[in-house]
Nanobody, 123 residues
């Protein structure tokens, strides 16, 4: 079975940094584009970042561009989200997901999802 397991969430102060990790198993990791989404209380889940199979192209939501960096290590079957200059509005549950292709970076493109990890930015 496919499993995506996020880790690295926690409580951080405004302006701080966190690195999230997502370890994948049960799939050919290098055959999938990977993405991060987040969902704040009372809000819909939104796209944060995505990276293509080989890591040659990355995509970011405008709200995180310049602050977040997505990367992947195919040898470790792991995708990362490095977050810096964190703001209170970054507080959310962050989800890792896998997609066979990246066209619009919408939820429908992502077939597999992790359980999420909580990121809380204190104000």
């Amino acid at each position: 079975q496919v499993q995506l397991v996020e880790s690295g969430g926690g409580l951080v102060q405004v302006g701080g940094s966190l690195r999230l990790s997502c370890a994948a198993s049960g799939l050919a990791f290098s055959s999938y584009g990977m993405g991060w989404f987040r969902q704040a209380p009372g809000a819909e889940r939104e796209f944060v970042a995505a990276i293509t199979r080989d890591g040659d192209t990355t995509y970011y939501a405008e709200s995180v561009k310049g602050r977040f960096t997505i990367s992947r290590d195919n040898a470790k079957n792991t995708v990362y989200l490095q977050m810096s200059s964190l703001k209170p509005e970054d507080t959310a549950v962050y989800y890792c997901a896998a997609a066979a292709w990246l066209i619009f970076r919408t939820e429908r493109e992502f077939a597999f999802w992790g359980q999420g990890t909580q990121v809380t930015v204190s104000s």
